[in-house]
């Protein structure tokens, strides 16, 4: 396994030439720049050429139908064409996610707890952006009961779940105008439900044909019931399926049910369709997130522009599996840097992004970030005191490039973040007495701002108006790149090349 050097250079910033290294890639980037700013062909341009000269692997996540032919384009220079996987409809890639975190078990989690927080971090991301939902914990403490009991039901039932199963089961399941809270007997539900229990049935009573005649007269039948459920978990955790599906959901207010069964229904509705449905559901997996750890590139296209809300929702899907499944590596076995690259980020964000890139560096996880400005990541990191939501999170990434920018919060933000310094103030003063004129100068020490939010509006732009140049701030959590200053003012070239 190739050694990798954290101190390793990528750019080189300012007249002391302050090295920016690849430790430094791990600690995150978060690019903002206005429209035609040149934040994609510029700065954004020159990192993904780095990455893929040194060896990263990689998950590419796309907005714009163009973006994948420009990570062709970008591979090719780095001479990586043979590294990328790309995901696609008519493709010859497929991930079967559910088979996939079925094998994961890591932590102590079990297969319903993986599949679980997958499910429900894309529809909890998916809520905040389409209805700005504040946090409710009695909705949220809902949605994680119908999916594990919907999860737990399928694996008692057939040992394995499917998105067709688990979209099957809720659309039946009882409800409150049932009688005898029973659904029709050839319902999706009823089936899975009897054959569950059957099993369970069939189980205990192989257990109970172990156990000698004579101790088994001795037992109570409280003590029988003890014994089996800690020698047989799926009976316990059949009794809780019972309890759920045949009396806790069906009394549910039916503004909450409604809210939670069409929060899942939906989500596993958009997963039946194709091209998702081949796509992650239903083939076998010819790849994994874990090979970019050999250094592949993965590419999802599935541009938000052409398959919106799907395009979004799968992509964040594999991106929080793809997190979970770079967190979980020895880096003592494999260093290789990997990097998570989001253009128009504010469509992939969900709310373990804080607690993921909190620990990315020590994961050489190097997360690439690029928006327009901060109110488009307001508006997709929805509910309660979205705005402190999103100013935490920007704050787990220590280097943000600012490009030319029109808005004014994000250029506010920039300058505040640069920060302030005491500047000499002259002062001159004219008098004039009996006739003789006479100048007085003082000095005082004033705060300034160093940068003025005005100064982003008037950065270079790139194009042939500006010889291909583009040009921007940069800011280094922990760096003196000049004059005892985290900060520079930086150019860089659409043409680059390594």
Not at 96 to 124: A, C, H, M, P
Not at 184 to 194: L, Y
Not at 317 to 330: D, L, P, V
Not at 381 to 403: D, N, R, Y
């Amino acid at each position: 396994m190739t050694a990798y050097n954290l101190d390793t250079p990528i750019l080189k910033i300012g007249k002391n030439q302050i090295e920016w290294t690849i430790r430094n890639s791990v600690e995150g980037l978060q690019i903002f720049g206005g429209i035609g700013s040149g934040k994609t062909s510029g700065s954004g341009r020159f990192f993904a050429l780095k990455y893929l000269s040194l060896g990263y692997g990689g998950l590419v996540l796309t907005v714009k139908h163009d973006e994948k032919d420009e990570w062709i384009k970008y591979c090719k220079i780095a001479n990586r064409e043979n590294d990328l996987i790309i995901v696609e409809p008519n493709g010859k890639h497929f991930f079967n996610f559910l088979d996939y975190e079925s094998k994961q078990d890591g932590n102590g989690k079990s297969y319903t707890d993986n599949i679980l927080q997958v499910l429900k971090t894309v529809i909890r991301a998916s809520e905040e952006q389409s209805q700005g939902k504040s946090d409710d914990s009695f909705w949220e403490n809902a949605l994680d009961m119908l999916i594990t009991n919907s999860i737990d039901l399928c694996l008692l039932a057939y040992n394995k779940v499917t998105v067709t199963d688990l979209y099957n089961i809720v659309c039946s399941a009882p409800n409150r105008s049932s009688e005898t809270n029973v659904t029709d007997d050839n319902s999706a539900f009823q089936v899975t439900f009897e054959k569950a229990r059957n099993n369970i049935r069939t189980k205990i009573k192989v257990w109970q044909s172990s156990i000698p005649l004579e101790e088994r007269a001795k037992m109570t039948e409280e003590e029988m019931k003890k014994i089996i459920y800690e020698n047989i978990p799926e009976a316990r955790t059949m009794i809780f399926v019972d309890e759920f599906f045949m009396k806790t959901y069906p009394h549910l207010s039916e503004k909450t049910r409604s809210i939670v069964d069409f929060s899942f229904t939906g989500f596993l509705f958009r997963l039946l369709k194709d091209p998702v449905y081949s796509l992650f559901c239903n083939k076998p997996s010819t790849f994994t997130p874990d090979d970019c750890l050999n250094g592949k590139i993965i590419i999802i296209n599935l541009p938000v522009k052409i398959y919106h809300k799907v395009g979004r929702d799968i992509q964040i899907m594999f991106k929080y599996i793809w997190q979970r499944a770079m967190e979980k590596r020895n880096i003592k076995e494999n260093g290789r840097p990997v990097f998570l690259w989001a253009d128009e980020a504010q469509n992939f964000i969900h709310e373990y992004d804080p607690e993921y890139q909190a620990t990315a560096r020590s994961s050489r996880i190097a997360t690439v970030y690029i928006s327009q400005n901060l109110p488009n990541y307001y508006a997709n990191m929805g509910g309660a005191k979205a705005e402190f939501k999103v100013k935490s999170f920007l704050g787990t990434l220590a280097t943000k490039i600012f490009h030319a920018n029109a808005d004014i919060e994000t250029n506010k933000y920039a300058s505040e973040l640069i920060g302030e310094d005491y500047k000499e103030d002259w002062n001159e003063a004219t008098n004039t007495t009996e006739g003789k004129v006479s100048i007085s100068r003082t000095v005082s020490l004033k705060l300034l701002k160093l940068v003025r939010p005005e100064a982003f509006n008037v950065l270079l732009t790139g194009g042939n108006k500006h010889d291909k140049k583009v040009t921007g701030y940069i800011h280094v959590q922990g760096l003196i790149i000049q004059d005892g200053y985290g900060h520079h003012r930086i150019r860089f070239n659409q043409e680059y090349e390594p």
